[in-house]
C-alpha cells in the first residue's frame, strides 16, 4: 500500500518536472520517504521510551513545559507553539569524563578481544535449548563495530561521569543519579547536567540542602527535569533516612525509589555494586534484539525482552551486553533508517535484509517508472515536431 502510494506519488512528481534530472528525482523520492518514516518511527520510538521508564505524560502543557527553562517563563509560550523545531545547544567535553583507569567496571579494549574470543569458545554454559540462529556471528560482528569504542555511552555511561575518586558510596550515589537523569536524554546532556552537579558537589548531603529551583537549574535541560527534581529529592532523603547515606543493594529495593525501573537497577547493580544481577535492556537493547531476531516472538516491552533474553543468552554475555548494544545503537543500528548497508550483519539480519530488499525493489521500480515516463514524453514530443513540420 505504501510502496503503491509512493509509486504514485513518484509518478506525479515526474509529470510535474519534466526538466527533473533521473538522479536529482531520486533523492528527493528517498528524502520524502524518509522524512514520513522518520516522522512515524520517532512517534513509536518515543511512546516506547516513556513506557519503558514509566514516565508519561500527564497533560498537553505539562508535556510542553518539561523543557522549559525555570527561569525563561515568557520562552515558555513559544515553546508550547513550536515544540518540535526546539534545539538545545549543550557544551560539553566528550572527554571530560573519560577517566578509565579509575572507573572501576568500565570496559576496555582487551575484553573486546577477550569476548570475541569467548564467542567461538565451545564451553558456553547455554541457559535454555532454544537459540537465536547465528547469534554467535551476529555478536562477534557487533563487537568487531564497536573495536573503536567511541560511541557517546563509552565515554558519557554513568559510571564514567560520576566520580570513582569519591568515597564508594559518593560514587554509586553518583552512578544511581546519572542513571536517573539519563531516561529520555541524550548521553550529552545527562554528562554535562552530571558535571554541573559535581561541580556544585553530589552529595546526599549538598543535594538535599538543594533548592529544587537550584536542582532544577543544575540538570536541565534533561528530559523531564522538573519531575526528576523530585524524584532525586525523594531519593535522596530516602537513602539518607533509610540506606545510612548508601544505595541499595538489592533489584527489588533499588526498584522501589521513585523514578527507578528494572533497566536502572541492573545497570546499578552492574555499575555501583559490581554484580550482575540481569541484563540491563534499555530502548537500544531492545530494538537491536528484535530486529537481529534474538526473540523467540517479537517483544513489545524492554521488560520482555530482558526476560526473553535472559532465558538463552547465556551468563557471560549478561555484563557487556547493554554497553555493546548502546554503542552499536547509537552509531549503526539507529532507530530510524539504519545503516544496514555498511553494517557487518546485513546478510544474517532479517530486519537489515528485509529493509535492503524493499529499497532496491523501490528503487527499481521506480527507475522503471522514469524510463516509461520519458518515453512517452519523447514519443509525444516526435508527434507534436512531426505535425508542426505537416
Ligand atoms: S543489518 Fe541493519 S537492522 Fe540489522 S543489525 Fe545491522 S544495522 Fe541493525
Redesign the pocket.
Known sequence: MFQHHLISLASKTIRSTSTMSASKYFSDTILTRSRVLSRRDVKGESHQKEKETGLTRTSTSSNQTDSVNPSTSSLASKINRKRSHIKIKVEYNKDEFNDSDCVPNHVKKEDVKELKSDLKHENITQNSDWEPNMWRD?LQN?VVMRKDRNAPVDTMGCDVISDCRASPEVYRYQVLLSLMLSSQTKDQITSAAMKKLREHGCTIENILSTSDKVLGELIYPVGFWRRKVEYIKKTSEILKTQYNGDIPSTIETICKLPGVGPKMAYLVMKCAWNQIEGIGVDTHVHR?SN??GWMKKTTKQPEDTRKALQDWLPREYWSDINHLMVG?GQQ???PVN???SI????DI?P???S?LRYSKKIKQKIKTEIKSEIKTEVKDEIKTEVKEEI
Open positions: 551476529q557487533i537491536i530486529r537481529l552499536f549503526t543500528c539507529l539504519p545503516k544496514c553494517c557487518l550483519n546485513k539480519c530486519y537489515g535484509k529493509q
